[in-house]
């Protein structure tokens, strides 16, 4: 409809080793070396409310290919689960490897429950990756389970209140499936 672009598509063309991606077509390739396993991905753009189990409600978004940050009211926080966001408003990157899963899932979880408090304190919370589905996806079911969502449902929540797209791999999905797991055995 207006600036943001919303539900424009583009094929984009990533380079996970170098984390580069560019607009295919349009943009000249940034990394062409052959030796990387690059991959095409369908970006539509995402910058949608989701409300987690518990009622609180954040914010799930894509990067924008142009690498704008326009919002109808700028976030409180924004937590970026790839290094291409540097957004004017205070956030924090979780390190998190594109079509991956963290190494260190503590670390993730102690990320998330600083995202939910916040916006449990009335703040408005953004969480994004580049296409805002594998990583973000992971992360949004991974907030669901700690609003209370019980874990072996939380891939098929997302995907239904988020994205279809959301979870993009099997091992992003054993990920969500484990991290409820952990977070059970820890109690
Ligand atoms: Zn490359
Ligand atoms: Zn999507």
Redesign the pocket.
Known sequence: MDSVGSMRTQTVEVCAERQLHWVLAVEEPRCVDTHHDHRLIEL?Q?LDRVVLPNNTAITAVSFAPDGTYLRDEEPGFGLYLDPRWNPPWPHAHLEWPDFGVPADPLCVESALHHVLSLAQSGKQVEVGCLG??GRTGTAVACLAIISGMPPDQAVDWVRDVY?A?AVETAEQATFVETFGATKVSTQ
């Open positions: 539509h995402h805002g589905h994205c797209g």
